[in-house]
């Protein structure tokens, strides 16, 4: 199967007065139809100028953006435009019209494309419906929460019929409960139409809650990509590391000759592990960290523990775990930071 998007080798670079600023180097990527797909880095990574890139926003200034088969740098710019109309997006600021109500900021689009006046709010009212905003269609933006003009922006999006959604840190403005309403919003438009969706963040627990796959990029480069699964059970990369264990932080000290990460199953999670190995080697381990995080619908469990100094005794209890089923990775000396 091809991929609905395929980047090879993308370059970016930006002139700045009389320095160059190389904000993409050699990204490849392919994102396959009806992925949730997470590109995370932290600000300054350059994952905003990539999203730009993907619907030629920004030229690239080497490398190919192929959307749907059909090489992006080939096409006219009324190709181009033509192209777009198969590429939402939506942004951290709504950008909603402010003179025009909930229903016209919808219809607008609609409006632009040459669809009737009468079909269009029809339209628009049903895309108001599977947003949760019927309600709301005679108001205007200043009226409404943060939470409710991204849904707006979302209504609008969808009233183009896109194949690809691009979401530019959407959710950046908002509170961590309406976050977690515009994601699961996000997820069932995913599934109900089978859109491509691409979420730009710089939060891990954005990228964790809805996406399939995840792509992490550092000072332009792509650091390690896969399936969120395989990211979070085991990190390769530095930023990788990094974005993951977040919170670790929170742990006064994590310090040991043996300090191991544990990842459970969802069936792993409901067993004594750890209280059978400690009866089972008669020797007490230290928990530095554990926390349970929701990785695209499913709970995973997760610990770091410090082993005993003993090195033939810290191995057997590293072969024990493995031995039970759960993603083991040795932090050396490792300190939460």
Request: proline share 3%; aromatic share 6%; hydrophobic share 40%.
């Given at each position: 199967?091809?991929?609905?998007?395929?980047i090879?080798?993308?370059?970016?670079?930006?002139?700045?007065?009389n320095?160059?600023?190389?904000?993409?180097?050699?990204?490849?990527?392919?994102?396959?139809?009806?992925?949730?797909?997470g590109?995370i880095?932290?600000?300054?990574?350059g994952?905003?100028?990539?999203?730009?890139?993907?619907?030629?926003?920004?030229?690239?200034?080497?490398?190919?953006?192929?959307?749907?088969?059909?090489d992006l740098?080939?096409l006219?710019?009324?190709?181009?435009?033509e192209?777009?109309?198969?590429?939402?997006?939506i942004?951290?600021?709504?950008?909603?019209?402010?003179?025009?109500?909930?229903?016209d900021?919808?219809?607008?689009?609609?409006?632009?494309?040459?669809?009737?006046?009468?079909?269009?709010?029809?339209?628009?009212?049903?895309?108001l419906?599977?947003v949760?905003l019927?309600?709301k269609?005679?108001?205007?933006?200043?009226?409404?929460?943060?939470?409710?003009?991204?849904?707006?922006a979302?209504?609008?999006?969808?009233?183009?019929?896109?194949?690809?959604?691009?979401?530019?840190?959407?959710?950046?403005?908002?509170?961590?409960?309406?976050?977690?309403?515009?994601?699961?919003?996000l997820?069932?438009?995913?599934?109900?139409?089978?859109?491509?969706?691409?979420?730009?963040?710089?939060?891990?627990?954005?990228?964790?809650?809805?996406?399939?796959?995840?792509?992490?990029?550092?000072?332009g480069?792509?650091?390690?990509?896969?399936?969120m699964?395989?990211?979070?059970?085991?990190?390769?990369?530095?930023?990788?590391?990094?974005?993951?264990?977040?919170?670790?932080?929170?742990?006064?000290?994590?310090?040991?000759?043996?300090?191991?990460?544990?990842?459970?199953s969802?069936?792993?999670?409901?067993?004594?592990?750890?209280?059978?190995?400690?009866?089972?080697?008669?020797t007490p381990?230290?928990?530095?960290?554990?926390?349970?995080?929701?990785?695209?619908?499913?709970?995973?469990?997760e610990?770091?523990?410090?082993?005993?100094?003993?090195?033939?005794?810290?191995?057997?209890?590293?072969?024990?775990?493995k031995?039970?089923?759960?993603?083991?990775?040795?932090?050396e000396?490792?300190?939460?930071?």
């Amino acid at each position: 199967m091809e991929p609905i998007i395929k980047i090879q080798n993308l370059d970016k670079e930006f002139r700045q007065k009389n320095t160059e600023v190389h904000a993409l180097r050699g990204v490849s990527l392919d994102i396959y139809k009806g992925d949730i797909y997470g590109i995370i880095g932290m600000s300054g990574a350059g994952k905003s100028t990539l999203v730009r890139c993907l619907n030629f926003l920004e030229r690239p200034t080497a490398g190919t953006v192929i959307v749907d088969g059909e090489d992006l740098s080939a096409l006219s710019d009324k190709e181009l435009r033509e192209k777009r109309k198969n590429i939402g997006m939506i942004f951290q600021h709504f950008n909603l019209l402010m003179q025009r109500s909930v229903l016209d900021n919808v219809c607008f689009p609609m409006e632009i494309a040459g669809v009737k006046k009468s079909e269009a709010r029809k339209k628009a009212l049903e895309y108001l419906e599977i947003v949760g905003l019927t309600e709301k269609a005679n108001a205007y933006p200043v009226q409404l929460s943060g939470g409710q003009k991204q849904r707006v922006a979302i209504a609008r999006v969808l009233a183009s019929d896109p194949k690809i959604l691009l979401c530019d840190e959407a959710t950046s403005a908002l509170d961590p409960q309406t976050t977690k309403s515009i994601l699961q919003l996000l997820k069932q438009i995913n599934r109900e139409y089978g859109i491509t969706i691409v979420v730009i963040t710089h939060e891990m627990a954005v990228v964790q809650e809805i996406c399939s796959h995840v792509a992490i990029i550092d000072q332009g480069n792509l650091v390690e990509h896969g399936t969120m699964e395989e990211i979070f059970l085991s990190p390769k990369s530095k930023e990788a590391k990094r974005l993951i264990y977040q919170g670790y932080e929170n742990v006064a000290e994590m310090k040991g000759k043996r300090c191991v990460r544990i990842v459970f199953s969802e069936n792993s999670s409901y067993e004594p592990v750890i209280a059978n190995m400690v009866m089972a080697f008669k020797t007490p381990v230290n928990i530095l960290y554990a926390n349970t995080r929701n990785l695209d619908g499913v709970a995973k469990g997760e610990m770091v523990l410090q082993l005993p100094e003993d090195e033939p005794m810290a191995e057997k209890m590293i072969v024990w775990l493995k031995n039970a089923k759960l993603a083991v990775e040795e932090l050396e000396n490792y300190v939460g930071q």
